[in-house]
């Protein structure tokens, strides 16, 4: 987890409401990704972004919305239109120098729909 | 296009006992591997990587993996168990051009520890 943080790590959220959750690196790492995951599923990519300001969406991008206006920092909003939010969100980063995509990743927020 | 496959979605294993957590993939490219572990509500932490060195690959905490092109496998062994090694284990085949697009993740292996 060193030098990813995720805030918060426990989230509640009526229905229809928007909700953003944060992510800061201090390992100057150039890309940032967001994950989902849920029981039994793995992991699925939701959003990726490899240089500031520039932004892909991944698998499962509908009902998400992120930014990255500085490197340091890639904030996930899930928005009213996500129609089953509750999950584990996970936030990795990638040196960008590496061939071999070591991905590393932070702590997480559990998101709950209430 | 690439994908991979853990073959168990549960092992459980008595402490002291060898750990076998298998994962097949198939890649048209030479892959990148990796196994990460997850303890409950935790981030993922990596074990180990193969990165078209050694086919055999040691990780942190006694774990070790052997890449067997021959096979399309790359499973994840340790010799004793702990009690601690309780967890989530993905196995992750990566596209050697990069870019999100070339990580694949497993679906994951619960590893129970029996006392």
């Known amino acids: 987890d060193g030098g990813i943080t995720q805030s918060p790590k426990y989230l509640f959220r009526k229905e229809g409401q928007n909700v953003t959750l944060s992510c800061e690196q201090n390992?100057?790492?150039?890309?940032m990704y967001w994950y989902r995951q849920d029981p039994g599923q793995g992991l699925r990519l939701i959003y990726y972004?490899?240089?500031?300001?520039?932004?892909q969406k991944g698998d499962i991008a509908e009902g998400y919305s992120v930014s990255r206006e500085k490197k340091e920092s890639f904030p996930l909003t899930v928005t009213s239109a996500q129609k089953n939010p509750t999950a584990f969100y996970l936030c990795?980063?990638?040196?960008?120098?590496?061939?071999?995509?070591?991905?590393?990743f932070g702590p997480g927020t559990r998101l709950t729909v209430l | 296009a690439q994908s991979v496959t853990q073959l168990d979605s549960h092992v459980s294993v008595s402490e002291g006992t060898p750990v076998l957590l298998r994962c097949n993939y198939s890649?048209?490219?030479?892959?990148?591997l990796f196994w990460y572990v997850q303890h409950p509500n935790k981030g993922l932490q990596l074990l180990l990587k193969?990165?078209?060195?050694?086919?055999l690959v040691k990780g942190i905490n006694g774990f070790e993996a052997e890449f067997k092109k021959s096979e399309t496998s790359f499973h994840l062994t340790k010799p004793s168990a702990h009690m601690s090694d309780a967890a989530e284990y993905f196995c992750?085949?990566?596209?050697?051009?990069?870019?999100?697009?070339?990580?694949?993740f497993g679906k994951g292996t619960h590893l129970i520890i029996q006392p």
């Open positions: 990795a980063t990638e040196p960008g120098t590496s061939s071999y995509n070591e991905q590393f």
């Open positions: 992750v085949v990566s596209d050697p051009g990069g870019g999100a697009d070339g990580l694949t």
């Open positions: 890649s048209s490219y030479s892959p990148s």
């Open positions: 972004s490899q240089i500031v300001n520039d932004f």
């Open positions: 390992l100057n790492h150039d890309a």
């Open positions: 193969y990165t078209s060195a050694a086919t």
